[in-house]
């Protein structure tokens, strides 16, 4: 009785190994992909978590993405066999790495790794000025503008250059005997003011006004100042 039954515990251990033996060839015959794995790491060898992995079979755009876990690896599972396959790794503030033309194997694992470099930061500096009116190379020297709105709204009894001229502090104006007004510019005889009509030159040629400007003598104005659109006032217009 002993006999027998040390041959029926003999027989199913026999059985179990037996079972051991044959289930890993069991799954194996049933695995059909593949997986790929690796590490990220920056130029120093550090690991990268939070870098994203884009695995890509080219011949039909299956796309895999995986990210990176806190000691820089990833792994993605059940891949396609086959390839080509383009494995990309981006993370913000580095330069993007692809390798291409990989290749898996059935039940197998790819190993890839990355050492991603710094990207490199290209900045644009804008910088916008509004230049200085008084460093300007077309100034000839201090002036001022009597636009047309302040001609309209300057009250004048006399309708005369000098009315307006006065509007500059460089001007000032005075009576003479004749009653007629003269204009000096930065305390200048008039003799020496110049009288320009659209650029013409309408001087006192022969000094006989004490206005300084043509006609005078009569106290008439070169122009009337109905015809005027703006009045130019320039103190030594010399080159700066």
Known sequence: MKSCTRALLYAGLVAILLLLVWTPSAFAQGTTTSSVVGTVTDPDGVALPGVTVSIVHEPTGTRYTAYTRADGRFSVFNVRVGGPYAVTAELQGFAPLTRSGLTTSLGE?????????????????????????????????????VSEIAIEMTPTLSREI????????????????????SITVAGRNNRYNNIQIDGSVKNDLFGLAAQGTPGGQTETNPISMDAVQEINLVVSPYDV
Do not use: C, K
């Open 109 to 145: 694992e790819l190993s890839i790794n990355f050492a991603m470099q710094l990207q490199a930061v290209a900045e644009t500096l804008t910088v916008t000025a509004t230049s200085n009116p008084i460093i300007n190379p077309a100034r000839t020297g201090a002036s001022s503008l």
């Open 162 to 181: 000098a009315d307006y001229a006065r509007l500059d502090p460089y001007f000032s104006t005075a009576s003479t005997n004749s009653g007629s007004t």
